[in-house]
Nanobody
């Protein structure tokens, strides 16, 4: 089992920022594709951002410029920086790992991931 533990969620006002962290093992973050997804009530889980084992990143087009994915090798975390948050960003945010070094263009396909965290809630008020 691959450990994936999300943290950093919370309640903020529109325009605020949050940093989400996905804690995992050093083995996982250096060898697997790690991605962030989110799911709002009544909606499908959607891909937000992904990072290859070699550090190549992808962010869904609609969130570029506001969301950034990064990795902290010392802490073995993959982080998601959320800036200029909007009420429509309200969702449960999940970290996922795929047993592949590269995320590829299918990174947002949730069915291709082998492990999931429990999620961290982000709530944005107007």
């Amino acid at each position: 089992q691959v450990p994936l533990v999300e943290s950093g969620g919370g309640s903020v006002q529109s325009g605020g920022s949050l940093t989400l962290s996905c804690a995992t093992s050093g083995y996982t973050s250096s060898r697997y594709c790690i991605s962030w997804f989110r799911q709002a009530p009544g909606k499908k889980r959607e891909g937000v951002a992904a990072m290859d084992s070699d550090g190549l990143t992808s962010v869904v087009h609609s969130l570029r410029g506001r969301f950034t994915i990064s990795r902290d090798n010392e802490k073995n975390t993959v982080n998601l920086q959320l800036n200029n948050l909007k009420p429509e960003d309200t969702a449960m945010y999940y970290c996922a790992a795929r047993k592949s070094a590269y995320c590829s263009t299918s990174w947002s396909n949730r069915g291709r991931y082998n492990y999931w965290g429990q999620g961290t809630q982000v709530t944005v008020s107007s």
